[in-house]
């Protein structure tokens, strides 16, 4: 399992812990991931993810999972992400041509 947010891709950084000396040391930056179960209104039902921590303030910002897939870039989204959104594309058209009027 790598170690990148299945939302927003924020992956492993590597930079230098530089000390008062100013010696450089190596060393990796691992995002704060967490496992999460997310609701998707537009499903009816909860996903399983493992995301940032900077990523669920943003969920909450945009409004719930579904509005924050809807507005990400699938380049920036995993492979299981994105098929969710497509899912939830697929299951808002279908609402969309249900409460069409008929003409008669």
């Given at each position: 399992m790598s170690r990148r947010c299945e939302l927003t891709g924020i992956a492993?950084?590597?930079g230098n812990k530089v000390s008062h000396s100013n010696h450089r040391t190596r060393t990796r930056f691992l995002p704060n991931l967490c496992r999460v179960t997310l609701i998707s209104d537009a499903l009816g039902r909860a996903v399983r993810l493992r995301v940032a921590a900077a990523a669920l303030r943003t969920v909450e910002h945009r409004g719930?999972?579904?509005?924050f897939l809807l507005k990400?870039?699938?380049g920036?989204?995993?492979?299981?992400?994105a098929a969710l959104k497509r899912e939830i594309v697929k299951k808002?058209?279908?609402?969309?041509?249900?409460?069409?009027?008929?003409?008669?």
């Open positions: 492993v950084q590597t719930g999972l579904d509005n990400a870039r699938d920036e989204l995993s492979d299981g992400a808002q058209a279908e609402a969309e041509t249900a409460a069409e009027p008929k003409a008669a």
